[in-house]
């Protein structure tokens, strides 16, 4: 039978807002775990954000390639995540995803875990007939990951607390690009980042995307939202 998991569409929130909500959540997952009749998986959480760059905790501050100075001209903000990866950029038009999962309840370990939400957009983006696969030693979903054109559209960096899952991915819809190129994105210098919007020549439905991801997590995790 499939786990039951509730579903929030956050909007449009600052990034520290939505990093505390998580946190709530997890502490509310960790509680749901001591009731034996519980059948939740979690809870996924879809948003975008401000933008915002944001350094993983194994991360290199100097990938970051302004200061705060610039960072305020372009109206951009910086945190120090808890998550796994280096840094990375967030922003409208993309799509950020926070699973909250329990990984217990799923039965699943944390690079199983990462390879069915990599599989999950993987899928996503097959429907919008972009062939998309994984990059040998690096999280995430790319483009022509074997060649010299290899492209990253979608991060992925997570925490994991207690066998339950916070962080996740940033899918790259619409997303204004030029903010990458002010920084090492995920620690690469000699790879590029796109967006559904640039591969397919035309801005994308972001509510499609959801719901269309929704889709694909019912069926890659064996979950149904409740």
């Not at 039951?4 to 520290?16: A, F, I, K, N, V």
């Not at 760059?53 to 100075?69: A, P, R, V």
């Not at 999962?101 to 990599?118: M, R, S, T």
Request: aromatic share 10%; proline share 2%.
């Amino acid at each position: 039978m499939a786990l039951l998991t509730q579903y929030r569409d956050l909007g449009l929130m600052e990034y520290g807002k939505a990093w505390d909500y998580q946190e709530n959540l997890l502490q509310e997952t960790l509680q749901a775990r001591k009731n034996t009749t519980a059948t939740t998986a979690g809870t996924l959480l879809l948003c975008e954000h401000p933008h915002v760059y944001t350094l993983g905790k194994s991360g290199q501050l100097n990938n970051l390639l302004i200061q705060d100075e610039f960072l305020q001209k372009i109206h951009a903000t910086y945190y120090r995540s808890n998550r796994g990866g280096d840094i990375t950029y967030h922003g409208p038009g993309q799509l950020v995803g926070y699973p909250i999962f329990d990984l217990e309840a799923l039965k699943l370990g944390v690079k199983q875990y990462i390879n069915l939400l990599e599989e999950a957009i993987i899928q996503t983006l097959a429907q919008y007939s972009i062939s998309a696969g994984r990059l040998e030693g690096a999280t995430g979903v790319w483009l022509d990951a074997q060649t010299p054109m290899a492209r990253k559209i979608c991060a992925i960096g997570v925490r994991v607390s207690k066998a339950v899952t916070m962080h996740g991915f940033a899918l790259n819809v619409n997303t204004d690009l030029c903010y990458f190129a002010h920084i090492n994105p995920c620690g690469f210098i000699d790879k590029g980042v796109t967006s559904m919007q640039k591969e397919l020549g035309q801005k994308q439905d972001m509510e499609a995307v959801k719901q269309l991801f929704k889709e694909k997590t019912t069926e890659v995790f064996r979950i149904q939202y409740a």
